[in-house]
């Protein structure tokens, strides 16, 4: 049973370029979250997918957009990187109304922008 | 009104000791309370998770005591062990059993368990 995936694992961007991140949920889930860890920091949300829609959404900017696709995997995109979208993001799956509500987290995608 | 508070944020113990973490939050409505365990390089690793309505929850080495009227719950660890070393999250979650499952995180506690 593959837990979740993502991809690709590190990346080196400049500043005002675009990024997309790419996640795969454990199998059987079928809400997706993403997270942005600043280092030395904790997780901060940024939108969560249900359906193909965005259902939640953190204190991000509109540059941070995503999509969820009908196998339920899904992307984050980010335009006009800047030299603090720096981080690594996380990508967090459930399957929702879930009796017990866990949600697991992918290895994380390492962003540097320069 | 949304934030976890988390501390210490260092810890160190030596191997077979009790490391305990602890969390404070604001918001009575949170229920779903789950740790996380990350390695470095890596992404966090859900530990154990507790609901409002029990007190406490054990597996394994690790327990979660939840103090609903003091708004606070911790992380104890007993046995500590030198793989114990990594830096811990407590967070807290709305709606997580139906359609919410936002988890707000603590700042984080870096364990160092000593041979």
């Known amino acids: 049973d593959a837990g979740v995936t993502q991809s690709p694992t590190h990346l080196i961007k400049t500043r005002g370029q675009q990024v997309t991140l790419r996640c795969s949920p454990k199998?059987?889930?079928?809400?997706v979250s993403w997270y942005q860890q600043a280092l030395g920091q904790g997780p901060q949300f940024i939108f969560q997918?249900?359906?193909?829609?965005?259902?939640q959404r953190g204190n991000f900017p509109d540059r941070f957009s995503g999509h969820q696709f009908p196998n339920y995997s899904s992307e984050l995109n980010v335009n006009a990187l800047l030299l603090g979208d720096s981080a690594l993001y996380l990508c967090?799956?459930?399957?929702?109304?879930?009796?017990?509500?866990?949600?697991?987290f992918g290895p994380g995608t390492r962003l540097t922008v320069t | 009104q949304q934030q976890v508070k988390q501390s210490p944020q260092s810890l160190i113990v030596q191997k077979g000791g009790i490391s305990i973490i602890n969390c404070a939050y604001e918001?009575?409505?949170?229920?779903?309370f789950p740790w996380y365990q990350q390695f470095p390089g890596k992404g966090p690793a859900l530990l154990i998770a507790?609901?409002?309505?029990?007190s406490e929850k054990k597996e394994g080495r690790f327990t979660i005591s939840f103090n609903k009227s003091a708004k606070q719950f911790s992380l104890h660890i007993m046995d500590s062990q030198p793989g114990d070393s990594a830096t811990y999250f407590c967070?807290?979650?709305?709606?997580?059993?139906?359609?919410?499952?936002?988890?707000?995180f603590g700042q984080g506690t870096e364990l160092s368990v000593k041979p």
């Open positions: 967090a799956s459930r399957l929702s109304g879930g009796a017990e509500g866990e949600q697991y």
């Open positions: 507790i609901r409002p309505d029990v």
């Open positions: 918001n009575t409505a949170f229920d779903y």
């Open positions: 997918y249900y359906e193909e829609e965005e259902r």
């Open positions: 199998s059987g889930h079928d809400t």
């Open positions: 967070a807290a979650s709305i709606g997580i059993y139906n359609q919410g499952g936002k988890l707000i």
